[in-house]
């Protein structure tokens, strides 16, 4: 069981920046790759940034330049920094994370409650 909790959204005029935070509760789980999606009003949820336990970093080609994604391990925290932005990224924005116990073959993605962001002209 891995339990996630979002913080740092809220409401920034285009062309600022905020930042993100989730935290993983403790757990006997192995925390693989986590990520950041994001769903606007009448949208599908679509991936904003994850990365591995290598740090290995992947991005949207919309936030490429302008958002970075970052972990620390020793907390089981994730962080996305969003720069220059744009009303188009307005959305809930969801951590998700990839667990697994260490003996198991396979694991699943936890999801946390989601976090808005919103960016006006």
């Known amino acids: 069981q891995v339990q996630l909790v979002e913080s740092g959204g809220g409401l920034v005029q285009a062309g600022g920046s905020l930042g993100l935070s989730c935290a993983a509760s403790?757990?006997?789980?192995?925390?693989?790759?986590m990520g950041w999606y994001r769903q606007a009003p009448g949208k599908q949820r679509e991936l904003v940034a994850d990365?591995?336990?290598?740090?290995?970093?992947n991005y949207a080609d919309s936030v490429k330049g302008r958002f970075t994604i970052s972990r620390d391990a020793a907390k089981n925290t994730v962080y996305l920094q969003m720069n220059s932005l744009k009303p188009e990224d307005t959305a809930v924005y969801y951590c998700k994370a990839y667990c697994k116990a260490p003996t198991a073959a396979f694991g699943r993605d936890y999801w946390g409650q989601g976090t808005q962001v919103t960016v006006s002209l």
């Open positions: 403790e757990t006997f789980l192995r925390i693989y790759t």
């Open positions: 990365i591995t336990s290598s740090n290995s970093t």
